[in-house]
């Protein structure tokens, strides 16, 4: 299986079916079945402290796995995530932005399965790990 | 073990200890080991079609528990979430709030862990479940 | 929508297509969407001190949305777990069967969701919850 | 920080402290913060068609995280699993042992965060991932 867009194209794609989000995110690399992803972090995504909030980095995992399935399938706004888990294992460094190497482990008809390892940028330890499966619609 | 803070003085610690979510979260009910709040839905938690978004949700799901941990233990902004599971599974309601029923399974001394359904206002079916680990500080 | 199998039709059912765990679990109670199970627990299933193990824990969480899911759609081996979240929170008690509290959260076209606690007999509060998706095969 | 035990001392304290389950797993290799192991699938693990049962890849999963962090922080039987999160993702294959390529995310005072990738022995794509945090007994 090939990769069907690229980073710009996926750009272009979330920017006009999401616009909330617009300058939040940025692709780093793309890959067949992997992607890594940027959370530009701004003053909305922190909590006391300067640490980056939870929904930020729930949303930085969530939207790793959509984009990485869509680069497979080509553009499909309906793919919805269907569950996720999460461990959060360590408080992210003020100041930074955050990394996402996301990687797709199963990508089946109804069903695809991302993990997601989240970083501050430049730190060795993961801040947290994330599981997402999506359903993909009817082709 | 009984409640140790009111609605009321939650939602005072909630507003100081984390501003940048004043507004968003409302106490609807509270009780042993048992929270109902409410997510204000706002143009930021939207996504297209007037859907919240899923950062919005596990926002909701994740203050709930931590309220809940809170009124049984007394103020202590450092509990933190380790863990989290998440299963979508209706599109919310357009234009209307959502309302969760969080309950606790479990207040130890180091972890707590709750669990929430969450429901566009009115509806009898729920949007989403979650679950949450806290770690509880020493005391 | 109606419970399409009764207690003894799925015992029948699962003892058949599953004789691996012939005698591990019976169904104490059976309803729209929910069920109440038990795991007979022998040596087999217990660790040292006399508790009954996490894969136990596991099988009986699986085996009870199965089961309600069953019940709902009818007779359906090719129905199978796509993902669980599990909280282990007590030590089950030693010497006693555990017993399941299952409901379905949502039974949709292709996928079914399930929640899950799970108490020593006699025991208030529960030594784990999960929950799980199962994927329901085309009919 | 160094591997405490080597992988003959963890077999050693597994079939002292853990008798129920000798015999089933074996460790292929060790290094600092993972491991790789296997389930010697045998006629007790098998569902219809050959197989391996659910509980039995939990269980895999499960010492794959426990056996990472005892060969870190020396024998500790106390060690228990708090959470899990496991998404299944193919059938594994009839009649072939299980592998388990497990990592440690992290390992705290108090918690420790494991990662698995589950394959039948000499596929590519993995039958399971795995996500399970331990609360490490106070030293």
């Known amino acids: 299986m090939t990769v069907r867009m690229t980073a710009e194209e996926l750009m272009v794609f979330l920017d006009r079916e999401f616009p909330q989000v617009r300058g ?4 780093e690399e793309l890959g067949e ?3 890594r992803t940027r959370l530009l972090v701004a003053e909305r995504h922190l909590r006391p402290g300067g640490t980056v909030s939870g929904p930020s980095i729930f949303a ?3 939207v790793s796995v959509y984009l990485a399935v869509l680069a497979m399938i080509g553009p499909e706004a309906l ?4 569950s996720c888990s999460l461990d959060f294992m360590r408080k992210p ?6 990394v996402a190497e996301c990687r797709l482990l199963k990508l089946g008809r109804v069903l695809a399965v991302g993990e997601v390892l989240i970083f501050s940028e430049g730190a060795q330890a993961p801040v947290a790990r994330a599981s997402l ?3 993909i619609p009817p082709r």
């Open 24 to 27: 939040e995110f940025a692709i």
């Open 33 to 35: 079945n992997r992607i």
């Open 60 to 62: 930085l995992a969530d």
């Open 79 to 82: 793919a919805v995530t269907t």
């Open 93 to 98: 460094v003020a100041g930074v932005d955050l």
């Open 133 to 135: 499966t999506y359903s």
